[in-house]
């Protein structure tokens, strides 16, 4: 199986900033594309970022300018950088890897972020 380990999570204040970060690990062979989502109670997952094997990120309008999306390719690993935080952006986030040659997406146990004074 692939599994894939967050951390990075925490409290912060409006304005701070928070980087996640999140491994995989298992039977990989080579990873496609990495991204996050995120859902605050009360509402639906939202998808927020991606990064593709080539390097082409988007992200959502909600977090465009403020969230960056990178990755280590050595390491496995995902990172989203999260500056200038707001109280709506209090969620748990999820990254998710595509492995090649698998039609099958990884999910991560979630971080929790959570924006407040």
């Known amino acids: 199986q692939v599994q894939l380990v967050e951390s990075g999570g925490g409290l912060v204040q409006p304005g701070g900033s928070l980087r996640l970060s999140c491994a995989a690990s298992g039977s990989i062979f080579s990873i496609k594309d990495m991204g996050w989502y995120r859902q605050a109670p009360g509402k639906e997952r939202e998808w927020i970022a991606v990064i593709t094997s080539g390097g082409t990120t988007n992200y959502a309008d909600s977090v465009k300018g403020r969230f960056t999306i990178s990755r280590d390719n050595a390491k496995n690993t995902v990172y989203l950088e999260m500056n200038n935080l707001k109280p709506e952006d209090t969620a748990v986030y999820y990254c998710?890897?595509?492995?090649?040659?698998?039609?099958?997406?990884?999910w991560g146990q979630g971080t929790q972020v959570t924006v407040s004074s």
């Open positions: 998710y890897v595509g492995i090649e040659y698998s039609s099958n997406y990884y």
